[in-house]
């Protein structure tokens, strides 16, 4: 059984260009056990420094969408370093009233463990609709090794590319300034992500690698299915000159048993006419001796 369950999850679609975290999923749940709700926030350091604090605003209501009130409207994450490309947060639940139902959250401002402060008041927000690629698992790797030729960090290629008049959503995730020709995280080109990281050429892509991975899956097929028609033939051949010995050996032995029996046969029938001989001799000799005795 799963300890919590997931009332509300989703990756806000409300960005701040340039900022140097996202959150990338924000969700209520309920303690399974205990039936306390609990919201947690998972963010993204897109930035190339190491975090220390990440100050947030919350808000929360109930099923009709009437604010309830919290604790702690205002939430810090401090105490922690949280490297460039690190998703935190995952792991820290933050308490809500029981009639909590919708949760939502507001980035403020983020602490670096060189002093600086970014504020998000001064910055600019914009409206995303990022959906994230998916590949076929059986041609992932495929698709990355193409990706490769065009890209400096494929490892950070995760949503479909996206821009909107003052901003492009590069597709690690990080919203980049219109006039930033390449994404300040992942160093990923805005132009290669147009050429290839866009619905309608992924598809291509895709596709493309499904049918060489097809045609892959038919030549080893074919050569599984000739290999295993030469083994029946090679084996077949040889149970055929098997069976063709035996028979010879038969024929030999068959031979063989012949010439013994007319050998056998043959010293028989001399057998028979010397004796039959002999008794001929023998019984002229008794005649001439009776008649010599006779006269």
Same mark, same amino acid.
């Given at each position: 059984?799963?300890?919590? !369950?997931?009332?509300?999850?989703?990756?806000?679609?409300?960005?701040?260009?340039?900022?140097?975290?996202?959150?990338?999923?924000?969700?209520?749940?309920?303690?399974?056990?205990?039936?306390?709700?609990?919201?947690?926030?998972? &963010?993204?350091?897109?930035?190339?420094?190491?975090?220390?604090?990440?100050?947030?605003?919350?808000?929360?209501? !109930?099923?009709?969408?009437?604010?309830?009130?919290?604790?702690?409207?205002? &939430?810090?994450?401090?105490?922690?370093?949280?490297?460039?490309?690190?998703?935190?947060? !995952?792991?820290?639940?933050?308490?809500?009233?029981?009639?909590?139902?919708?949760?939502?959250?507001?980035?403020?401002?983020?602490? &670096?463990?060189?002093?600086?402060?970014?504020?998000?008041? !001064?910055?600019?927000?914009?409206?995303?609709?990022?959906?994230?690629?998916?590949?076929?698992?059986?041609?992932?790797?495929?698709?990355?090794?193409?990706?490769?030729?065009?890209?400096?960090?494929?490892?950070?290629?995760?949503?479909?590319?996206?821009?909107?008049?003052?901003?492009?959503?590069?597709?690690?995730?990080?919203?980049?300034?219109?006039?930033?020709?390449?994404?300040?995280?992942?160093?990923?080109?805005?132009?290669?992500?147009?050429?290839?990281?866009?619905?309608?050429?992924?598809?291509?892509?895709?596709?493309?690698?499904?049918?060489?991975?097809?045609?892959?899956?038919?030549?080893?097929?074919?050569?599984?299915?000739?290999?295993?028609?030469?083994?029946?033939?090679?084996?077949?051949?040889?149970?055929?000159?098997?069976a063709r010995q035996e028979?010879?050996?038969?024929?030999?032995?068959?031979?063989?048993?012949?010439?013994?029996?007319?050998?056998?046969?043959?010293?028989k029938k001399k057998k028979?006419?010397?004796?039959?001989?002999?008794?001929?001799?023998?019984?002229?000799?008794?005649?001439?001796?009776?008649?010599?005795?006779? &006269?």
């Open positions: 059984m799963e300890y919590f !369950n997931k009332i509300q999850c989703y990756r806000p679609s409300i960005e701040i260009v340039d900022a140097p975290v996202s959150i990338d999923e924000i969700a209520l749940l309920q303690d399974s056990v205990d039936k306390n709700m609990l919201g947690r926030i998972k &963010f993204i350091n897109y930035s190339k420094g190491t975090i220390v604090a990440i100050f947030v605003r919350l808000r929360a209501a !109930n099923i009709a969408g009437e604010a309830v009130t919290l604790e702690k409207e205002r &939430f810090i994450y401090q105490d922690m370093k949280i490297s460039s490309g690190e998703l935190y947060g !995952n792991r820290i639940p933050i308490s809500l009233p029981a009639d909590a139902r919708y949760f939502s959250v507001q980035l403020e401002k983020v602490v &670096f463990d060189d002093g600086e402060i970014w504020d998000a008041t !001064n910055g600019v927000t914009c409206k995303i609709s990022q959906k994230q690629i998916q590949v076929p698992e059986e041609v992932v790797g495929k698709v990355k090794k193409e990706l490769e030729k065009y890209f400096n960090n494929v490892n950070y290629v995760r949503y479909f590319y996206e821009e909107g008049q003052d901003f492009w959503g590069c597709t690690c995730g990080r919203i980049n300034r219109a006039d930033n020709e390449i994404c300040l995280f992942c160093n990923n080109s805005r132009r290669s992500q147009i050429s290839y990281l866009i619905p309608e050429k992924m598809d291509i892509l895709i596709a493309k690698k499904e049918q060489e991975l097809q045609k892959e899956k038919e030549e080893i097929y074919r050569a599984k299915q000739a290999e295993e028609e030469a083994m029946y033939r090679a084996k077949r051949e040889y149970e055929e000159k098997k028979q010879e050996e038969r024929d030999r032995s068959f031979q063989i048993q012949q010439e013994q029996l007319r050998e056998e046969a043959e010293r028979t006419t010397m004796i039959v001989t002999s008794v001929v001799v023998i019984i002229v000799i008794l005649l001439v001796i009776f008649i010599k005795c006779t &006269f």
